[in-house]
């Protein structure tokens, strides 16, 4: 198994080494990518990562979407793990190994998300993944192989990825007008997933085992002041209608008010919902009947 992991970083020097030691332990060929966006804790890195094949590209605050693009382009293998650095790898990567056995048994699968995915529209109407916050729901089926769970989502939200990096190329990276030189791309992670949906790819959830928002992450993270709030409310708003303008007729949002808690989006027939609700929703119905024939 080859995998390139790619990580997004800015200030946050208590987790270097904690990081740099997991990746480094993994028994998998690996590279590891690291885009230093705060110019800094360049010889912790060095340090971090000794002893395996690792590159530095260093940047003035591009932030995430410019910085993920700029690695995935780099990557050396097809198999990628979008990294954050406020999230901790667990000590095994059992995570890489289940996805690359997912990949193979669907071949359309280019996203699997980590942290959590929605479905909004109809019966599957739902936040689901890691127990970590309110209204969200475990994941209801499993991989048949591994027996880890396993289910198809509309979007998965960042952090990590594990993705195709020839269909990533393929269908046009990140959006990069989702955000300016600086700001956090709010929404990306989420217009990503329903594009592959409506290119005829797939995006799955499974459970990763990561610690996710290690160490002080509202110091520098998007809410550290009123002034950043302020900003990400705004780009989260304009770039939500501008996910609704890109895919009108292919995404409604069903469940504003929370996909968890939209008694009005669960209770939808299928013949009503958008085809970015519909499609995860059929692709889990014959995940769970597959399963029970035992042809999976």
Request: charged share 20%; proline share 4%.
């Amino acid at each position: 198994l080859r995998v390139s992991f790619l990580l997004q970083y800015f200030k946050r020097a208590s987790l270097v080494a904690q990081i740099g030691r997991q990746l480094r332990g993994y028994n998998v060929e690996k590279e590891v990518l690291v885009h230093d966006d705060s110019c800094s804790e360049h010889e912790e890195w060095i340090e971090a990562l000794n002893n395996t094949r690792y590159f530095l590209v260093h940047s003035g605050n591009l932030h995430e979407v410019r910085g993920y693009n700029r690695l995935t382009r780099m990557a050396s293998n097809d198999l990628i793990v979008l990294l954050q650095d406020d999230d901790l790898p667990p000590p095994e990567p059992t995570f890489v190994a289940q996805a690359g056995s997912l990949f193979k048994q669907y071949p359309s699968l280019a996203l699997i998300g980590g942290l959590t995915g929605q479905i909004q529209g109809g019966p599957a109407t739902g936040r689901y993944g890691k127990q970590r916050a309110r209204h969200v729901r475990q994941i209801p089926h499993t991989d048949s192989i591994s027996g880890l769970p396993f289910m198809f989502v509309t979007w998965v939200n960042m952090g990590p990825f594990i993705m195709k990096r020839s269909i990533f190329l393929k269908v046009g990276s990140f959006r990069e007008e989702f955000a300016c030189r600086g700001d956090p791309g709010i929404g990306f992670d989420y217009e990503y997933g329903i594009r592959l949906w409506q290119r005829g790819y797939q995006v799955g959830l499974t459970i990763q085992g990561f610690r996710y928002h290690v160490g002080k992450t509202r110091a520098g993270g998007t809410r550290s002041s009123v002034a950043m709030k302020k900003r990400r409310d705004m780009l989260e708003s304009r770039n939500s209608e501008y996910i609704l303008q890109l895919y009108r007729g292919f995404y409604v949002n069903h469940a504003p008010e929370g996909a968890n808690r939209s008694f009005n989006a669960k209770t939808m027939p299928l013949s009503k919902v958008c085809k970015a609700a519909l499609l995860p929703t059929l692709a889990n119905h014959r995940l769970a009947t597959d399963k029970r024939r035992g042809f999976i």
